[in-house]
């Protein structure tokens, strides 16, 4: 995903011009039918761009709603008069504060800004998994030659990795380098910071999207890579 | 991501075998890939893991709705990571209506929150038995080595 | 007035041949283009209509006691002594000017020679090109080359010129040699047209081309217009297209390429709404369970709401929700709608069919020749209209192409009173429809007696908020006053009328007591309509003409409460006043873009029930809403409630998107309780016409004359009729005029001619013809008490021969025969 498009989300800019582009909403009820949360505890995008239409973003962001929706984005795809929902959410996300980041979240952004990963693994543990996976890898017909390009400079792509697969779901790292060997790739992971995932998006907040945006950018500077593999 | 592999498969970087996946597949399309990539950057991966996956498998299918109207796993926007559990299972029904409706054994998606939250929904509320893939799972498990 | 105007008028569908039978009337030679091989358009699909829920598309044809045209099934053909019709004939081009224009006809319907032709079907078989099935059920394929139209014999059969590839297997394969397909390049140049008059409609919009709901991949997704043809070609039930089972659950889907930013169709189409209603309570008479999705149902018509009220009646269930998708349950060839019928609450519905609800092509625009000058476009071929509504503004359009034709041409001659007394018309009301039907009349050299209550021209229309459309008026009224042929009486009332079309007798009063007989052959009611009164607790409350009058009168100068709450359909739409008064939506968008434009910080609420905005006029809708306009929908069960308290006004009303009930404090409240006929019912029953429960005056057919009352020879428009903005009270003058015009040119012609006749020796004065005739054709002489016919009103239906107990009602000596024959 694109760095630049990511970070100018607060353009709320909609069809109808004008101030806010929640306004333009006709009511239709097509995002709530296109909604799978539409039904729980009340949740209906309808709610939420009404709060948006009345400025209420805040209390918005501090209630349920905007913490239910998995910004799928079924809802802004039928709208008819392009209200940009999803948009909507991570502002008041955003303005909802701090305190309304649910634990999870908070803690991996939290756990981000210090280590460079939402797990806050440190680098050498996180050397040790990734190599004990490598040599399990060794171990099966056609990978005998596998060597984990760990740092390589001047590699073809770069790699970033999702922390869940470096958390608990070590055996799927393997796919992954299992293609890139049989295509003989040139490329590399980062011995640290290698932390793919951006829960700022999540949250809204600029501030983390940006500097998980920067993480990224340094790492290929740093190993002069051409070209970045991301998991999301 | 799709780009890579579909370089890797069209100029034969790397071989495939269609006949080492014999489930009935279905295949999810994830939020990002394509109908908010195709709102934002004017094109959805839609095409390129149908293409990918007729060169890994023999059977798949596409669930009932897909591509830009697909349903989303239930997992986006980091509802995975909160604690809303009831809600996210209130969502993901329609997801697995649409895995049971299309008969298939095995989902195969191409990122990795959906691989979780469409494994863990199957395992509280659908048939545990249904197996969850990544696209480049299939395709390593069809990878021919020489 | 100059002899014989040649007129062209492109369209053959209700709109065009309304106005080429209007204008063949009032003397011209007509010529009719019509791209397909037979008359009627849309309405061959169409063969049942609101409200009367059948087809009564012969209606609109003139009675015409030679019996050339009388009552023929229009779907069959069509044959008019004044038309010269080109069947199959598509106008590419016109030159030239005005009084000198030229038309480049080319073919788009080629027909095969049905005098050849043993409909063996061969050519139809061979056919290689398949087309889209507008008609048919699927049953049968359709192509290039097939039946002229459903309801013509087998053996007339046409190819469709824009899908043929002119590859010539039909014609080698005709033993008949019935296929000509050099005359595919046939053209035809009409010269020497003296003006020519747009009325071919505009395009509907196909789902598939906008991928709506998905409806290429779904058999059992179609639209309205398919509907139609299911309905036409059921038996006991409908068969849905995928496999001919009975459909048990149907739904409808409102706004399909309508009211979408994303489509670029910021339009209501008009007339979907109804259509679905209707198709929904036929299918509700075939057990069939239905069900409507929609917005806003727009019943915005005299008599819809109570349509609507009936549908519900029968079991058509109405859900406001836009569904996002249709969707296929695998195996059990279902279709599911999710839906959210209520904030908060989400539904899955399942259906065996989808009809979506289609009206306007995004993408349609008139043709490029439209805005030429000398080319007048009927507002039906600008957008989609009902078929009175269609069939009102074909003849208003026909009325002013003759009227601007004539204009250098008008003998300034006197009305020559005592001997044209029957072409004399009397216009009652001088407001906009009042004042243009005097115009329209003059202009065809009618003289006008134009009665108007108050001592001033132009009614309402002097206080309308569009100075374009205040000045419109204020030309208008100028010109009545000083046209020769107009004679006006202000502040003057009608108090009486008697005696048959082309002789009635009416008394006019004036404001000193003075009372003045008028002898007159037709007479036009336009005596307008008033806002309904309002109960108001205190100033701070107007309804929406004062409060729009006031907000736009100084312009962009004007002052602006900061606060204002508005409350559309106030004690209407529900009984007593069961009707939408079509112009309080509008008025109320426009009053909050002004106030907003004034005071761009006032913040406007609107409680409303459904927003009545037709056309183009959506976008003032989607304009007020991006202006910040917070728009709440109230049902009528729970209206919001008003209290004044400190100067302020109160309001509570609950937000169905929020379930929060909520006070809304304004400085100002807008109420609007929508409009009632002003004469109420006394102008019916002077005139002996029929009127609504609430005063309106009824029409004779409510689609297809819609401007001609029950009795002969009385013509109805405006607000006097029916709720109308003002464009539309316009045209509704210049069609009532048109139909006047007719009657009284074609009556002095046919006066002789009779369907039945009274035998006087044999009348014992029952008077049970009277009651016996639906058309008021029978009248008791007013010296002699003798039982009498007027020849204008009676359409020869034979009620009173059969209801005579004396046969003293007897038909007339030329059509005994045939009479005799038929039974
Ligand atoms: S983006 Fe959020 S509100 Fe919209 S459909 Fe998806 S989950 Fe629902
Ligand atoms: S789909 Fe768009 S216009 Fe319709 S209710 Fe939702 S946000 Fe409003
Ligand atoms: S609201 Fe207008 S466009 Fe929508 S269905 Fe009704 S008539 Fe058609």
Redesign the interface.
């Known amino acids: 995903?694109?760095s630049t498009?990511v970070l100018s989300h607060t353009d709320l800019s909609?069809?109808?011009?004008?101030?806010?582009?929640a306004?333009?909403?006709?009511?239709?009820?097509?995002?709530?039918?296109?909604?799978?949360?539409?039904?729980?505890?009340?949740?209906?995008p309808?709610?939420i761009?009404?709060?948006g239409?009345?400025g209420r973003f805040e209390e918005l962001g501090e209630s349920?709603l905007a913490?239910?929706?998995?910004?799928?984005?079924?809802?802004?795809?039928?709208?008819?008069?392009?209200v940009r929902i999803?948009d909507m959410?991570r502002e008041a996300r955003d303005l909802g504060g701090e305190k309304t980041v649910?634990?999870?979240?908070g803690k991996?952004i939290e756990m981000f800004m210090e280590t460079g990963n939402n797990l806050g693994l440190p680098d050498e543990d996180f050397g040790f998994i990734v190599e004990d996976v490598a040599e399990e890898l060794t171990e099966e017909?056609?990978?005998e030659d596998f060597v984990l390009p760990v740092d390589k400079e001047d590699a073809r792509?770069l790699f970033t990795l999702?922390n869940?697969?470096v958390n608990t779901q070590n055996e799927?790292l393997?796919?992954?380098w299992?293609?890139l060997h049989?295509?003989?790739?040139s490329w590399t992971l980062p011995g640290s910071r290698w932390e793919g995932?951006n829960?700022g998006?999540?949250?809204g907040q600029d501030q983390v999207l940006k500097a998980g945006v920067d993480t990224i950018v340094g790492n290929m500077e740093r190993l002069r890579s051409r070209g970045l593999?991301?998991?999301? | 991501m799709f780009d890579l592999l579909v370089e890797y498969i069209s100029t034969q970087r790397i071989r495939l075998d269609r006949d080492r996946i014999k489930k009935k597949a279905v295949y999810h399309d994830p939020c990002n890939y394509g109908r908010k990539s195709e709102a934002l950057f004017g094109h959805g991966y839609f095409h390129e893991p149908r293409w990918i996956l007729n060169q890994c498998l023999e059977h798949w299918t596409d669930m009932q709705p897909n591509r830009a109207r697909q349903y989303c796993c239930g997992g986006g926007g980091g509802l995975m990571l909160t604690p809303y559990e009831e809600q996210r299972k209130y969502y993901s029904r329609r997801k697995i209506e649409q895995i049971k409706n299309s008969r298939a054994e095995l989902v195969v998606v191409p990122c990795h929150s959906c691989h979780g939250h469409i494994r863990a929904m199957l395992d509280a509320q659908g048939p545990a038995s249904i197996e969850v893939k990544y696209l480049w799972e299939v395709v390593a498990e069809a990878l021919v080595m020489d | 007035m100059k002899e014989a105007a040649r007129a062209l008028v492109m369209g053959g569908g209700v709109s065009g041949l309304k106005a080429a039978m209007d204008l063949a009337r009032a003397g011209c030679s007509v010529f009719l283009a019509e791209k397909q091989a037979v008359p009627a358009g849309l309405l061959l699909g169409l063969d049942r209509q609101f409200p009367s829920n059948h087809c009564g598309l012969c209606r609109v044809l003139p009675p015409d006691p030679s019996g050339r045209t009388w009552q023929a099934c229009m779907r069959r053909g069509f044959g008019h002594p004044g038309i010269e019709f080109f069947p199959g004939f598509e106008v590419q081009d016109i030159q030239g000017s005005p009084g000198n224009m030229s038309a480049t006809l080319i073919r788009q319907t080629l027909m095969v020679d049905s005098d050849k032709c043993n409909a063996c079907m061969q050519c139809v078989e061979v056919c290689p090109v398949h087309m889209p099935d507008l008609f048919s059920t699927g049953q049968i394929p359709v192509k290039a080359i097939s039946r002229a139209a459903p309801h013509r014999p087998p053996h007339h059969l046409a190819i469709s010129l824009e899908a043929c590839t002119l590859c010539g297997r039909c014609r080698d394969a005709c033993r008949e040699g019935a296929i000509d397909l050099d005359a595919a390049r046939e053209e035809k140049v009409l010269d020497n047209l003296d003006f020519a008059v747009l009325a071919s409609g505009v395009e509907y919009c196909l789902p598939e081309v906008y991928n709506l709901y998905q409806s290429a991949a779904h058999a059992d997704v179609i639209t309205t217009l398919d509907f139609e043809a299911l309905l036409s070609s059921a038996g006991t039930d409908i068969m849905r297209p995928s496999d001919g089972r009975p459909v048990r659950r149907a739904a409808w889907v409102q706004c399909a390429g309508s009211r979408s930013l994303k489509l670029e169709a910021d339009h209501c189409s008009g007339i979907c709404c109804m259509i679905s209603l209707k198709q929904a309570s036929l299918a509700r008479e075939k057990d069939i369970q239905c069900s409507i999705f929609y917005m806003d149902m727009r019943t915005s018509g005299r008599d819809w709401q109570k349509y609507l009220d009936r549908a519900r009646e029968k079991g058509v269930e109405l859900i406001r929700c836009r569904p996002h998708s249709i969707e296929q349950v695998p195996e059990e060839q279902i279709l599911r709608i999710p839906h959210a019928p209520s904030p908060g609450n989400q539904q899955d519905r399942d259906f065996d069919l989808v009809v979506l609800s289609v009206g306007r092509d995004p993408a349609w625009k008139p043709p490029e020749y439209a805005g030429r000058e000398g080319v007048f476009t009927s507002p039906g071929s600008r957008r989609v209209l009902d078929i009175a509504r269609s069939i009102i503004a074909a003849s208003a359009t026909a009325a002013t192409a003759l009227g601007e034709d004539r204009q250098e041409s008008l003998p300034d001659q006197e009305a020559k009173d005592q001997d044209q007394v029957h072409s004399r018309v009397l216009v009652v009301g001088a407001g906009p429809a009042g004042l243009s039907a005097a115009l329209t009349l003059a202009a065809g050299n009618i003289p006008v007696v134009l009665v108007e209550q108050k001592d001033h021209l132009g009614g309402h229309g002097l206080s309308n908020i569009s100075p374009e459309q205040r000045k419109e008026v204020q030309d208008l009224a100028a010109r009545a006053m000083e046209h020769k042929l107009v004679q006006v009486y202000p502040s003057a009332a009608v108090i009486s009328c008697t005696g048959p079309a082309g002789g009635f007798k009416s008394r006019i009063r004036d404001s000193s007591g003075d009372e003045k007989e008028i002898l007159h052959g037709a007479a036009v009611l336009a005596t307008g309509g008033r806002a309904a009164p309002v109960a108001r607790q205190e100033d701070r409350t107007a309804d929406i003409f004062e409060y729009s009058r006031r907000i736009f009168a100084a312009g962009n100068s004007g002052e602006a409460p900061e606060s204002v709450i508005f409350i559309l359909c106030h004690n209407t739409r529900q009984e007593p006043a069961n009707y939408c008064s079509r112009v309080c939506c509008s008025l109320a968008l426009k009053s909050c873009l002004q106030t907003l434009s004034l005071r761009p910080e006032a913040e406007v609420t609107v409680f409303y029930r459904d927003i009545m905005v037709q056309g183009d006029d959506e976008e003032l809708y989607t304009r007020a809403r991006s202006e910040g306009v917070r728009f709440i929908p109230y049902s009528p069960d729970a209206p919001p409630s008003l209290e004044a308290k400190d100067g302020k006004i109160r309001v509570k009303g609950s937000d169905p998107y929020l379930s929060e009930e909520s006070e809304y404090e304004a400085e100002q409240l807008v109420l609007a309780p929508g409009v009632v006929p002003a004469a109420g019912s006394e102008m019916a029953r002077i005139f002996n016409v029929h009127s609504s429960a609430e005063g309106f005056l009824c029409e004779a057919d409510a689609k297809y004359r819609p401007v001609e009352s029950g009795r002969a020879g009385i013509f109805i428009c405006g607000l006097a009729r029916n709720p109308v903005p003002f464009k539309e009270a316009v045209l509704e003058g210049r069609a009532a005029a048109m139909s006047a015009l007719g009657l009284l040119k074609q009556g002095l012609d046919s006066r002789l001619q009779t369907f039945v006749r009274v035998k006087p020796a044999l009348c014992s004065l029952c008077g049970l013809c009277l009651e016996a005739c639906p058309f008021k054709a029978r009248y008791a002489h007013e010296e002699t008490g003798a039982m009498a016919v007027d020849p204008l009103a009676c359409r020869g239906c034979g009620a009173c021969v059969a209801v005579c107990p004396n046969k003293a009602s007897a038909w007339s000596e030329q059509l005994e025969e045939n009479v005799h024959e038929l039974n």
């Open positions: 995903m694109n498009e909609g069809p109808g011009g004008g101030g806010n582009p306004q333009i909403c006709l009511g239709c009820g097509t995002c709530a039918s296109a909604c799978p949360m539409t039904g729980i505890e009340g949740f209906d309808r709610r761009v009404r709060l239409q009345l349920s913490w239910l929706c998995t910004m799928c984005g079924r809802c802004q795809e039928g709208c008819p008069m392009d999803t959410i649910p634990q999870a979240i991996g017909p056609g990978f792509l999702h869940k697969l799927d393997k796919h992954w299992k293609i049989a295509a003989g790739e995932v829960w998006f999540f949250s593999m991301y998991p999301e």
